[in-house]
């Protein structure tokens, strides 16, 4: 009433003999509301059970074959590792120019995956993006197997292993010759950055697993179980005590895995930048392959999760808004890689070196035109779909250009490598990689690998972090209404 | 053998709400208890202040960490590159903090985590794999979706039954119930 009569009052005034404007005073913006992160009010009692349910009752009847299937690939990469180190690296089709081809491209692909989960997990968490907590456990998982796949490849490509990890010229032990290995060389930057990601990685999910593993360790029924949820929670209470370090560390690696994402792919990116291959030699690519690591990670967290969360009925946990956030990611980081693709055509011109210009003109045109348009058709145009809502909600739709997304990325690491490297400086020594049977099933074996820690995965851990899900909802709020508050707000 | 009733290890008082056991939380902290603690599922905002905690100290074990990592990694490779085997390739120096920082910079980031891990544990007291508590049926729903406090027999202010009194009239606790040791 007090608000109508002070509006009725200023009416007249503005319209009065005075002659003098009146201060119109706007009413205050309606607060709009925001989307709820679990939908239709779910109590605390019902996510517990609805995430712990997943790895406590019986896998539905899918998981075996996948389980067998991707297992049976994982047994194949293996054997085909075993080919290769008993036989020499030229079971797969690397010979000069192109000494490095699918091993490395492997690799970067793998390692690339793994940065939405870091993204999820640590960058989100410090810009406060609450809706992070429903897939970041299950993006840090990708994360870790997408680095143990990863890993494989360089460390194989080697092809005397043995050489390269004892007496290393990777870790610093000296050789037989008693030389230290070169740490000028980005190369060996690139060993101690995948593995501190991949340590670090495995910290920051294992903290997160701690009060859900406890979750598990009450409700477990099974003496194997209690035993196991029991040792791995470590005795967690959920003591305020606890929680208050528990908080300050979990924000701390969250900081300390922000600079290591971004300095893992810079460095991933220096392999190639600091050599002196035409195509290779450009300082766009620290920025450029840190995008094109987050977009090809979240086309894979979409390809995983939009499966997951209707095969366990998940829907009111990752809720569409999820998937159309994660889109939204997806359409910005796609959009960097496009602009970085332009911008090093660009620069191959302006910078007026012909071998440049020629390594650039060969990839559009040149024999491997195919893999350089695939590139460009999956990450390029196929983000921008995500302009639309319509699109961005579609479940089937969304999923589908993730499955290009990640076919691109591949390409644009093969792009970036095996174009370059097939024609430098010399036309004598060109040459044109394929290849063998054993790169292509290799690779083929790292998906089964990568799968069958995944269905492991989400055979017996948490596939949502529990307590984090709980934490965003209103009834955790001790001054929200559902959270028990009394009086008004 | 017997668990004497005369020898509790703590009171344990379940709540329904957070917004009842951070009240309570409130009137713990003003009662002068020093050994109990609040059990909650997931972390609630302000609880920290509620019961009057001190700010917690994990990021000096971050920055402790992160130290060693930073100046070990210098140094290894000053030495391995430049002390114990110097060998020029091709032109570069034998040692500048240059080409040193990537690896450095990531063994900071390593030994910050360490640190921050196991700070934390440590200063949780963790891996604890006994505790009276877990011998409680009721107190399993800490972990799903009840909120408790519990003040220890060890508590200069514990009395039986004026803090049970206290816990069930005065801070609204559903159910108080005696933990024994």
């Known amino acids: 009433m007090a608000s109508a009569s002070a509006s009725a009052a200023a009416h007249k005034a503005s319209h009065g003999s005075h002659g003098a404007p009146a201060l119109k005073v706007a009413d205050a913006p309606r607060e709009l509301e925001r989307e709820p992160l679990v939908l239709n009010e779910r109590p605390l009692g019902w996510i517990t059970n609805a995430i712990a349910g997943v790895c406590e009752n019986p896998m539905p009847k899918w998981w075996w074959p996948a389980f067998v299937v991707s297992f049976g690939g994982m047994i194949m990469m293996f054997s085909l590792i075993a080919y290769l180190v008993s036989t020499g690296v030229g079971v797969w089709g690397l010979n000069q120019p192109a000494d490095w081809a699918w091993d490395i491209t492997n690799f970067v692909f793998w390692i690339g995956i793994g940065h939405a989960g870091t993204l999820i997990s640590a960058v989100l968490f410090l810009l406060r993006q609450k809706w992070r907590t429903s897939v970041n456990r299950a993006a840090e998982a990708m994360t870790i197997f997408a680095v143990a796949c990863a890993g494989i490849f360089p460390v194989f490509h080697t092809g005397r292993v043995w050489f390269a990890l004892l007496p290393g010229y990777l870790f610093p032990a000296p050789n037989a010759n008693e030389i230290w290995p070169q740490f000028r060389s980005p190369l060996l930057w690139d060993v101690f950055a995948v593995s501190t990601y991949g340590t670090v990685s495995l910290l920051f999910w294992y903290v997160g697993l701690i009060p859900d593993l406890a979750t598990l360790r009450d409700r477990a029924k099974g003496f194997l179980r209690k035993f196991f949820y029991g040792l791995f929670s470590l005795g967690w209470t959920g003591s305020n005590r606890h929680w208050s370090n528990y908080e300050k560390a979990y924000l701390l690696l969250a900081g300390l895995s922000t600079p290591l994402v971004l300095s893992v792919h810079s460095i991933v990116s220096f392999d190639f930048a600091v050599s002196v291959v035409p195509g290779w030699h450009t300082t766009i690519f620290p920025p450029y392959f840190v995008a094109g690591a987050i977009f090809s990670g979240f086309g894979m967290v979409l390809t995983l999760l939009i499966p997951l969360r209707s095969l366990f009925n998940l829907h009111d946990v990752i809720t569409v808004r999820h998937v159309e956030l994660m889109c939204k990611v997806l359409l910005a980081t796609g959009s960097i890689v496009g602009y970085a693709y332009g911008m090093e055509f660009f620069i191959a011109w302006y910078g007026g070196s012909p071998y440049e210009l020629y390594a650039f003109k060969n990839r559009a045109f040149g024999p491997y035109w195919w893999s350089y348009w695939s590139m460009i058709t999956c990450n390029v145009i196929s983000p921008h779909f995500f302009w639309f809502k319509k699109l961005r909600s579609n479940m089937v739709f969304v999923w589908i250009v993730s499955i290009f997304v990640n076919i691109g990325m591949w390409f644009e690491r093969f792009v970036i490598i095996v174009t370059s490297l097939h024609r430098d400086y010399l036309p004598s020594s060109w040459g044109y990689f394929t290849p063998s049977w054993v790169d292509v099933m290799t690779f083929v074996g790292s998906f089964g690998l990568f799968m069958t820690l995944f269905l492991l995965f989400i055979r017996f851990l948490p596939t949502i972090a529990i307590s984090e899900v709980k934490g965003v909802t209103p009834q955790a709020d001790p001054h929200h209404p559902l959270g028990g508050a009394k009086g008004h707000h | ?181």
């Open chain 2, 1 to 181: 053998m017997s668990a004497s009733p005369l020898k509790p290890h703590a009171l344990l008082a379940e709540f329904g709400t957070a917004a009842d056991i951070f009240e309570a939380a409130i009137l713990c902290r003003d009662a002068g208890f020093s050994k109990w603690d609040v059990h909650t599922p997931f972390p609630i905002h302000g609880m920290d202040e509620a019961m009057g905690l001190r700010k917690s100290p994990v990021g000096w074990f971050t920055f402790c960490g992160g130290m060693t990592g930073f100046s070990a990694g210098m140094t290894m490779i000053w030495y391995m590159n430049k002390f114990d085997y110097p060998l020029v390739v091709g032109g570069k120096p034998l040692f500048t903090p240059l080409y040193a920082f990537p690896v450095s910079y990531e063994m900071t980031i390593l030994l910050s985590a360490f640190g921050t891990l196991f700070g934390m544990f440590f200063l949780n007291r963790l891996p604890k794999l006994y505790n009276p508590l877990f011998k409680n049926e009721r107190f399993k729903k800490a972990t799903d979706d009840r909120f408790f406090i519990v003040i220890e027999a060890a508590d200069p202010k514990f009395s039986l039954e004026a803090t049970r009194a206290f816990l069930t009239e005065k801070c609204h606790a559903t159910a108080v119930e005696i933990v024994e040791d």
